[in-house]
């Protein structure tokens, strides 16, 4: 069956450090993958997905991911975090050959000391 | 540039009780997905649905939850005689259809069974 793990519940970083949230997944075939942001009270909006091609994307707020078949992994960094990035991350994967139903992983909650 | 709205906001129900959930997809949006977020969790499938078809409904828990879409556009989430464990969030979110095509969810209905 198809899973998604996110190894680390909570993580603490100072503003300015660099980030690095991680991800792995359980799946037969290359997936489609997907990294969300949720804030308190609000709905999950996308950062960043792989569906194909160059395996390091970019995506909003200056965040990136990495694909790792080898591993099966899709970690997010972030070189310099912000206070505004405290927030809650999924990584989510969805079936290649379906129509993008996603399964989460529990989410890592991210905490910005100043 | 309206995005995935639902209603109500919040929601407390007595148990035992039949709440309905509403969620307003983004215009012309073909797929449509419902999820529930347990506290501290990661959101997990219920429901989909491409225009009125429903056409994955898996996730729903028991023979309690029912979905409907009849026209294509305006969803509805019912759960009859609600139990504590139902508490949770539930997401809406909605897609343009296309395999590649992200999802665009809403902020969510907070239901609380006491």
């Known amino acids: 069956a198809q899973s998604v793990t996110q190894p680390d519940i909570h993580i603490t970083v100072s503003e300015g450090a660099s980030l690095e949230l991680r991800c792995n997944y359980s799946y037969g075939a290359t997936p489609y993958l997907f990294w969300y942001v949720q804030s308190p009270g609000q709905g999950l909006q996308l950062l960043l997905k792989y569906f194909s091609g160059d395996t390091l994307v970019q995506g909003i707020k200056g965040f990136e991911a990495e694909f790792k078949r080898s591993q099966s992994s899709f970690n997010l960094r972030k070189p310099s975090v912000h206070w505004s990035d405290a927030a809650e991350y999924f990584c989510a994967v969805a079936f290649s050959g379906g129509y993008n139903k996603l399964i989460f992983g529990a989410g890592t909650r991210l905490a910005v000391h100043p | 540039g309206a995005g995935v709205s639902q209603s109500p906001r919040y929601k407390v129900a007595k148990r035992g009780q039949d709440v309905a959930l509403r969620c307003d997809p983004i215009s012309g949006h073909v797929s449509l997905f419902w999820y529930q977020q347990a506290l501290g969790q990661g959101p997990e499938f219920l429901t989909y649905f491409q225009n009125e078809a429903q056409l994955d409904k898996s996730g729903l828990p028991s023979d309690r939850f029912f979905a409907e879409r009849p026209e294509g556009s305006v969803s509805t989430l019912k759960i009859q005689r609600t139990q504590q464990e139902d508490s949770a969030v539930y997401l809406c979110?909605?897609?343009?259809?296309?395999?590649?095509?992200?999802?665009?969810f809403g902020n969510g209905t907070r239901l609380t069974v006491t």
């Open positions: 979110a909605s897609s343009p259809g296309q395999r590649n095509s992200p999802l665009h």
